[in-house]
T-cell receptor
Framework: SQTIHQWPATLVQPVGSPLSLECTVE??????LYWYRQAAGRGLQLLFY????GQISSEVPQNLSASRPQDRQFILSSKKLLLSDSGFYLC???WGVGDTQYFGPGTRLTVL | GQQVMQIPQYQHVQEGEDFTTYCNSS?????IQWYKQRPGGHPVFLIQ?????EVKKQKRLTFQFGEAKKNSSLHITATQTTDVGTYFC??????????FGKGTRLHILP
């Protein structure tokens, strides 16, 4: 069976500090991978998606970036965090584009 | 761009009452998916509807896909406290992109 991991589970960072969130998927190969952000009590905002190693599509311009160094690893980064970067970051995978998405447990980021 | 609108944004119901959330797309969808996110948790896939007019049931939950494949609904009969959470619809468009609605947050009054 497939599992998806995210870490850390929670993170408190000062404004201007760097960020690195990691997501890994087990039990499948060449998954589509997604990063979403969810503000408190709000909907899901798609940030990035990837259909393969080194292939990243950005949905929203911002100070975040994503990388996929390995088939089942997806990383979300920032060089300098803003207060507005606070939120719940969710990684998800799917078999193919447009298929059912399976979400990881998420990372709660608070930027102070 | 294409949007998937979901209403209502919030719903408070007495335990035992029914609940319905509606999803509407500006364009025809290939399929529609429904997810549930418990408070503090992550979205979990519930079901996918593909055919025009399709109706699927999961215990007290009934899912419908409209004849024109532009709208969908989720109906919960006799809500229970375990139904608390946010329900998201997500439509697959012609470009095979999944577009999430903003969700309906369900609160159950005991």
């Amino acid at each position: 069976s497939q599992t998806i991991h995210q870490w850390p589970a929670t993170l408190v960072q000062p404004v201007g500090s760097p960020l690195s969130l990691e997501c890994t998927v087990e039990g499948t190969s060449n998954p589509n991978l997604y990063w979403y952000r969810q503000a408190a009590g709000r909907g899901l905002q798609l940030l990035f998606y990837s259909v393969g190693i080194g292939q990243i599509s950005s949905e929203v311009p911002q100070n975040l970036s994503a990388s996929r160094p390995q088939d089942r690893q997806f990383i979300l980064s920032s060089k300098k965090l803003l207060l507005s970067d606070s939120g719940f970051y969710l990684c998800a995978w799917s078999w193919g584009v447009g298929d059912t998405q399976y979400f990881g447990p998420g990372t709660r980021l608070t930027v102070l | 761009g294409q949007q998937v609108m979901q209403i209502p944004q919030y719903q408070h119901v007495q335990e035992g009452e029914d609940f319905t959330t509606y999803c509407n797309s500006s364009t025809t969808l290939s399929n529609i998916q429904w997810y549930k996110q418990r408070p503090g948790g992550h979205p979990v896939f519930l079901i996918q509807l593909v055919k025009s007019g399709e109706v699927k049931k999961q215990k007290r939950l009934t899912f419908q896909f409209g004849e024109a494949k532009k709208n969908s609904s989720l109906h919960i009969t006799a809500t229970q406290t375990t139904d608390v959470g946010t329900y998201f619809c997500a439509g697959r468009n012609r470009d095979d992109k999944i577009i999430f609605g903003k969700g309906t947050r369900l609160h159950i009054l005991p």
